[in-house]
Nanobody, 123 residues
Framework: QVQLVESGGGLVQPGGSLRLSCAASGSFLSINAMAWYHQAPGKQRELVAAVTSGGSTDYAESVKGRFTISRDNAKNTVYLQMNSLKPEDTGVYYC?????????????????WGQGTQVTVSS
């Protein structure tokens, strides 16, 4: 089992910044990609940003130029630097990891999700 623990959420004013962190622990061989998802109240969960173990990144169009995803492989931790926050950024941010483990002598991939951290952007 893999545990993902998010932190860094909170209440900020529009235009403010937050830095989210997600640390992975548990039983796995390695982590390929890690990602952040956003779920606004009453809306579907959507991909915000993703980063591979090699450092390549992808972003949702709505956050390009404002958010930056980064990763510390030694710490199995992914970060999301959120700048120029807007009210529509409000919601729960979930961490996801594409993990690799051995099952019955075979290498398998599986996804793990964190419990989420609340971000509220409001005056």
């Amino acid at each position: 089992q893999v545990q993902l623990v998010e932190s860094g959420g909170g209440l900020v004013q529009p235009g403010g910044s937050l830095r989210l962190s997600c640390a992975a622990s548990g039983s796995f061989l390695s982590i390929n990609a890690m990602a952040w998802y956003h779920q606004a109240p009453g809306k579907q969960r959507e991909l915000v940003a993703a980063v591979t173990s090699g450092g390549s990144t992808d972003y949702a169009e709505s956050v390009k130029g404002r958010f930056t995803i980064s990763r510390d492989n030694a710490k199995n931790t992914v970060y999301l630097q959120m700048n120029s926050l807007k009210p529509e950024d409000t919601g729960v941010y979930y961490c996801r990891a594409d993990c690799r483990r051995t099952i019955w002598g075979r290498v398998e991939n599986f996804d793990s999700w964190g419990q989420g951290t609340q971000v509220t952007v409001s005056s």
